[in-house]
Structure formats: C-alpha cells, structure tokens
C-alpha cells in the first residue's frame, strides 16, 4: 500500500513563493508518474502538474512559467514550487501517485491548504 504524505502549504501574500512536497511511504514504483491536483471552493478538482519517472512535465495552462514539478527517485519525493503565486492559486493541493502522463494514478495525499491573500 502507498500512502502520500505531504508537507508545505500555508499562507503567503500575492507574488510570493512557496514549495510543497509529497513523499510515497510502503512500495511505491519509481517508474510511475507523480502529481498535483488542486481543488478551490465550490470548483472541481484540476491537475496542476505531472511529472513522469523520464522527467517529463506537463502544467496546467494558469501554472505555465509559474510553477515547477520536480521529483527525487531515490526518496519518492515529488515537489512543487510555486513562484508569483495568485489569490486564484489558493486551493486544497493533493498529492497524487501512480498512473501516467496522461491519468491520475490511485494514491492521493491529504491535502493541503494553500491561502494566497494580503
């Protein structure tokens, strides 16, 4: 069983930054997909960023040149860094392993929140 465990997340002002991480406890394959997925109040849940096992990356278009997926292997940790963040980014962020470029996979995280406002 994979269980994500995430960490960041929080309040910071407009045009600030902000990393998140999520790390795969049990027997997580190296060769599959990592993610984020953001839900904002009363809106359905998007994917933010993918990044396959190759490091190959695909962004949602309101993240582009804002935001960067990356991933250790060798500690099944997938980050998210988020520059020049917008009111419009403040969401529950979630965490999602397995599956491929183009799907979910089945494991998610908890969630964190993430408040951008002065």
């Known amino acids: 069983q994979v269980q994500p465990v995430e960490s960041g997340g929080g309040l910071v002002q407009p045009g600030g930054s902000m990393r998140l991480s999520c790390t795969a406890s049990g027997s997580f394959r190296s060769d599959e997909a990592m993610g984020w997925y953001r839900q904002a109040p009363e809106k359905q849940r998007e994917l933010v960023a993918k990044i396959t096992n190759e490091g190959i990356t695909r962004y949602t278009d309101s993240v582009k040149g804002r935001f960067t997926i990356s991933r250790d292997n060798a500690k099944s940790t997938v980050y998210l860094q988020m520059n020049d963040l917008k009111p419009e980014d403040t969401a529950v962020y979630y965490c999602?392993?397995?599956?491929?470029?183009?799907?979910?996979?089945?494991?998610w995280g908890q969630g964190t929140q993430v408040t951008v406002s002065s």
């Open positions: 999602n392993l397995g599956g491929s470029y183009y799907s979910m996979g089945n494991y």
